[in-house]
């Protein structure tokens, strides 16, 4: 391989001077000689403003063209851009930027008024807001900056600090080189046709791996255009599509969901796109989605520490995750041992849940996991026995065909059984009128679990708990124990900023909330009625009585 290709820093430098689209955002054009121009100039600002320590940059901001100079800089400086997640606030935000020892952060106005006043560890001085004056003159000042010498810049040299998503604990900051980006750029190109006639349109967060890995990377290694939208906007998404033209995009969490809740055109299909790539979409939604646009959906299975990779393949059965790279396996976490194969019935009822579950675990070794900064705890974690440990449930049939049973601490007991809320999820999700849903479990007054569901419904849905109640009883895969006890209807399913659902909330509050609650009364009813105030009074009662701890009321 070229050496030019080993480093994010070699393939940027290959594209100085190329006139070749690069960068769009809104109405405004660079080429990729002038995106390299620009980042040029922001690696000789980060040299001129390094300070003792690891040369890190702390980026809050949307996606702009600003957030991309700064990640082409800190790549031709052999600095790392930590992404910020600007869903963070207060001192969980503070304590994101005061682990990963960054030296600048830069931002807009909106962003330094949530840094304010919170104990950062970096100066004020080195809050850059990319409206103010003195931050224009900054960059004025390197105007004549040229891609600087990156001889010393090889494929160890850290690139960026990525949060996880946090949905089950305190986000991590993943390490990721300039190495590993530059091999995924490789990958993706290859895998997914990304090549220099795409558009690639990125709808979802840069500061996510997401957007970074499979559509940053391999634009800036294929010279292909990238095309920028702020936020995610479902209403906007297609209008985005036609305005740029775009070709590829990518998407993570509930994206396609919520675009797909927007009120349908007969012109849908009437766009340029050609295929999109991302993760954790329903099998529903991407046949909806393939049929309403007219694009190819890609799903695959990864994650920011990439320590497991698992790919979809032909003729794979409906609903699953395709099959696992050597080594990559269901794994029982207490007994080490390799999970035995699920088994169904004829209707495709799972029957060994509680044995077939377990974790994914790449038991021949950390392959492309660097690491947690500054973080031992977690990376022994996950890296168990010398394996890497996903974190992530799952289960496999004969054939090796993996299903995504849910995050690690979606488990629940009902009557001494054992089972995993994403089978449960996937089945509510049929529901006609669903946007959203998360299952989980929630205390029975006596001891275990019981199931419940938070439901977003489309604008044009309301919930009938008749309906839903004959719906949840023809299900034949159902399994006897996943059926919810309660239903809450939510108006917004609480989300982190890359769309991946947060159960934490939901899950404590349980049925304690002003939100619409539907519920079987009695364990064996199947009609689901709304919870009343004397409902609810009823069920504290007989947490009381049997000393069960006390729910936490939704604010």
């Not at 906007?236 to 033209?245: A, K, M, P």
């Not at 054939?399 to 994403?422: H, I, Q």
Request: proline share 5%.
């Amino acid at each position: 391989m070229d050496q030019a290709e080993l480093t994010v820093a070699g393939l940027l430098a290959r594209r100085s001077g190329d006139v070749h689209p690069g960068l769009r955002a809104g109405d405004d054009f660079w080429s990729w000689g002038e995106v390299v121009a620009e980042s040029a100039r922001r690696a000789a600002a980060l040299k001129a403003l390094k300070g003792d320590g690891p040369p890190h940059v702390g980026v809050l901001l949307d996606n702009v063209p600003e957030l991309l100079f700064w990640l082409g800089g800190a790549a031709l400086a052999g600095a790392a851009i930590v992404g910020i997640n600007p869903t963070r606030r207060g001192t969980e935000l503070a304590a994101d930027v005061a682990h990963t020892n960054c030296q600048l952060i830069v931002t807009d106005a909106n962003g330094a008024a949530t840094l304010d006043g919170l104990e950062l560890g970096v100066p004020a001085d080195r809050i850059l807001d990319i409206g103010s004056t003195a931050y224009k003159e900054l960059i004025a000042n390197h105007a004549g900056a040229s891609v600087p010498d990156i001889t010393d810049i090889d494929e160890a040299t850290l690139l960026l600090l990525l949060f996880t998503s946090g949905t089950t604990g305190a986000p991590k900051a993943v390490r990721c080189t300039q190495g590993r980006l530059a091999s995924i750029a490789e990958r993706v190109e290859a895998l997914y046709g990304v090549n220099r006639d795409d558009v690639c349109y990125a709808p979802m967060p840069l500061f996510h791996g997401n957007a970074l890995m499979a559509l940053w990377a391999p634009a800036v290694r294929t010279g292909a255009m990238v095309a920028l939208t702020p936020k995610f906007s479902a209403s906007g998404f297609l209008d985005d599509v036609r305005r740029y033209h775009a070709t590829y995009f990518t998407y993570v969490g509930k994206a396609l969901t919520y675009v797909l809740g927007t009120e349908p055109k007969p012109d849908d299909a009437h766009n340029t796109l050609q295929r999109g790539f991302g993760n954790e979409a329903s099998d529903l939604d991407i046949e909806r989605f393939q049929q309403r646009f007219g694009c190819k959906i890609i799903e695959g299975y990864g994650s920011s520490e990439g320590g497991a990779v698992i790919v979809r393949v032909p003729d794979m059965p409906a609903g699953s995750l395709g099959v696992g790279a050597p080594g990559v396996c269901v794994v029982n976490p207490d007994t080490m041992a390799e999970c035995p194969p699920a088994t169904f019935d004829d209707n495709g009822r799972l029957l060994n849940a509680e044995q077939a579950t377990g974790e994914i675990v790449n038991t021949q070794g950390l392959e492309r996991f660097e690491g947690y900064y500054r973080n031992d705890d977690a990376f022994a974690q996950r890296s168990r026995n010398g394996w890497y440990w996903s974190g992530d449930l799952a289960y496999r049939d004969d054939k090796g065909f993996f299903w995504f049973a849910g995050r690690s601490a979606d488990w629940l007991r009902v009557d001494g059984e054992n089972f995993a809320a994403a089978p449960v999820e996937r089945i509510v999700s049929r529901f006609e009128g669903v946007a959203a849903v998360a299952v989980y479990a929630v205390p029975d007054a006596l001891s275990g679990d019981q199931v419940m569901a938070a439901i977003e419904l489309t604008a044009s849905a309301c919930f009938d708990g008749d309906a839903f109640g004959a719906f949840i009883a023809t299900q034949p895969d159902l399994g006897t124990k996943w059926a919810p006890r309660f239903v809450r209807i939510v108006d917004h399913m609480p989300l982190t900023g890359s769309n991946k659902v947060v159960k934490t909330g939901v899950r404590a509050h349980a049925w304690v909330t002003d939100d619409a609650v539907f519920w079987r009364a009695g364990r064996g009813d199947t009609v689901y009625r709304k919870m009343t105030d004397a409902d609810r009074a009823e069920l504290h009662a007989d947490f009381v009585d049997h000393g069960r701890v006390a729910l936490v009321p939704n604010p």
